[in-house]
């Protein structure tokens, strides 16, 4: 791999990982917890009905999860660039 | 206030001022240990914070008062629409991660107008984001103040005042001596007590109603929400967890899309990221501070169920005497927090979802401080919540003092003023404007200025309005000049 394209080629890959982690947030709370809240809401977790759940607690835990996991891809991306500090 | 003090058993309050004095000075001894004599260590804790302590400090600077104290009494009130608060002030957090954080750190600097007037080449920018910054931190922190002399009235009986002077005293104690690496190491401290202060009396009312002590569990996994949503139903309410009652839908989304990025903009939370030793810690770090949120966050909509379906059974269609017969009720009752009218004289209280026959008020901040009355627990446990709820403003105030006092005495004084101060001064400088602004905050704390409930939405407006964009494009943006 040619030197000079590295730094090009890091930032793609992040900014592809960043903008499906994006997607993703953004599906799960504004979509699923409040565009989509009704529908959900006939399907149940437990006995907590979808959309409610979603939007009161299983949007936090995605949120929580997405971040770990972006900083989680960047470790691995930086070894791969050999990316260090 | 003052009728409730006198009901208080004595027990209760000695053991708050016994919780609340153990505190202050575990406060004031990590204050005290972590102070410092340069720059870097007083406006960026000489960037040596590791991940997990900077996540647990985030986490108490983000908290304030009304996470404590008023959340889960709202959401409580608005059924599934507190959504907007739990995924607004949580979702700001992803953003924050992904797009600001990482490369705010890696471009170092003190303040987050410094990479401002750097990255657009103008202290015109420069002083405005100072300003903004100053702005935003000034109405908030006035709030925090509050409740600080709230919180010490309502438990102890102190006039507001004087717990305003209070709280002053042991802040500006150990942000004047440690700058940002006091305050951090104290927030750490903070973040324990609150946190544990919440949850103790959550998982025991939890355990109580439900049999599962895991409130986040007992949520989903019992009949609790099922018999809470017929209950509601009976009294001519709407189900709770049905979306859109309170707010239409279309508010619902813009409020939660403008709280998250207001979140992922406060100058407060955002300088916290230039604390810790990497880009990598960065990216950890953001990680961690919203897990440490999600503990409180995940917990209060639950316990927002138990305490609306034990209000709804302990209160409604009894006699005013059974009502009463609650320890929790008569005390609550004294405090005009709780108030019962028997308006259609049929000797039975009605909750009732029409306003003029509705028999029972209440208001939202009781549904966290009764809990471990209602729950039925010791009462060191109220004095628990009484240190959680100060632990939770006084974070919150001091990293605000310390914005303002960077803004201040980096940002306008030495970028700007006088260039060639020596770093002695620059010190001097700093720790002073954190007098000035514990000066003002505590000022706005005892006579709040009637603009300061509208003005601290605002704060989110303005920070999602100026700040994110601006960082954002700064950050991204390939080409510009």
């Known amino acids: ?85 | 206030m003052s009728q409730y003090i006198q009901q208080l058993t004595p027990t209760v309050e000695t053991w708050t001022y016994l919780f609340v004095t153990v505190t202050f000075f575990v406060y004031l001894a990590i204050g005290w240990s972590a102070r410092v004599r340069e720059t870097r260590g007083f406006f960026i804790a000489g960037q040596g914070i590791p991940s997990i302590a900077n996540g647990a400090a985030t986490a108490a600077d983000w908290m304030s008062a009304a996470s404590f104290i008023s959340m889960a009494g709202m959401i409580s009130f608005l059924g599934y629409d507190g959504a907007i608060y739990l995924m607004g002030w949580t979702g700001g957090y992803v953003l924050l991660a992904l797009l600001l954080a990482p490369y705010l750190r890696k471009f170092g600097k003190y303040t987050v107008p410094d990479f401002v007037g750097d990255r657009y080449y103008s202290s015109t920018a420069r002083v405005m984001a100072a300003l903004a910054a100053i702005f935003i931190s000034l109405t908030y922190v006035a709030g925090q103040m509050r409740g600080v002399g709230i919180v010490f009235s309502r438990f102890l009986g102190v006039d507001i005042a004087s717990g305003v002077v209070v709280g002053m005293l042991i802040v500006g104690f150990f942000a004047v001596l440690g700058g940002m690496k006091g305050i951090t190491w104290t927030q750490v401290a903070q973040y324990v007590v609150l946190i544990t202060a919440f949850l103790v009396p959550a998982f025991a009312l939890a355990w109580r109603l439900t049999g599962n002590p895991v409130p986040q569990l007992a949520l989903a996994f019992s009949d609790i929400l099922t018999d809470l949503n017929r209950l509601q139903v009976e009294l001519g309410f709407n189900e709770y967890t049905r979306p859109f009652m309170n707010k239409t839908r279309l508010d619902v989304l813009c409020i939660t899309l403008s709280l998250m990025v207001g979140t992922a903009g406060l100058p407060h939370v955002i300088v916290r990221f230039y604390t810790v030793p990497s880009v990598r810690a960065a990216r950890y770090s953001a990680g961690w501070a919203l897990l440490f949120i999600a503990l409180l966050y995940t917990t209060a909509p639950a316990l927002a169920v138990f305490a609306r379906y034990n209000l709804l059974t302990t209160l409604n269609g009894k006699t005013a005497l059974e009502v009463r017969s609650h320890e929790w009720v008569q005390k609550w009752e004294t405090t005009g927090l709780l108030s019962f009218e028997d308006k259609n004289d049929d000797g039975r209280l009605s909750l009732l979802s029409d306003k003029d026959a509705n028999e029972i008020t209440i208001d939202n901040d009781i549904i966290v401080l009764s809990t471990p009355e209602v729950a039925g627990l010791a009462p060191w446990v109220t004095a628990l919540v009484a240190a959680g709820g100060l632990a939770a403003a006084l974070s919150t105030a001091a990293g605000l003092l310390l914005v303002i006092s960077s803004s201040t005495a980096h940002d306008i004084y030495y970028r700007l003023i006088n260039p060639k101060a020596s770093e002695e001064r620059r010190l001097w400088v700093g720790r002073l404007m954190i007098l000035v602004a514990l000066g003002v905050a505590g000022y706005c704390g005892v006579k709040p200025p009637g603009f300061v409930a509208q003005v601290v939405a605002f704060a989110f407006g303005l920070a999602a309005a100026s700040f994110f964009p601006l960082l954002h494009l700064g950050i991204s943006a390939c080409c510009s000049p």
């Open chain 1, 1 to 85: 791999m040619a030197e000079p394209t590295r730094p090009a080629d890091y930032w793609r890959a992040n900014e592809t990982l960043i903008r499906g982690l994006l997607v993703l947030w953004a599906g799960i709370s504004l979509g699923a917890g409040i565009l989509l809240a009704e529908p959900l809401n006939r399907f149940h977790l437990g006995s907590a009905p979808l959309g409610f759940w979603i939007a009161q607690q299983g949007s936090i835990f995605c949120f929580v999860a997405i971040i770990f996991y972006y900083a989680w891809r960047m470790d691995r991306l930086d070894r791969d660039f050999g990316i260090g500090e």
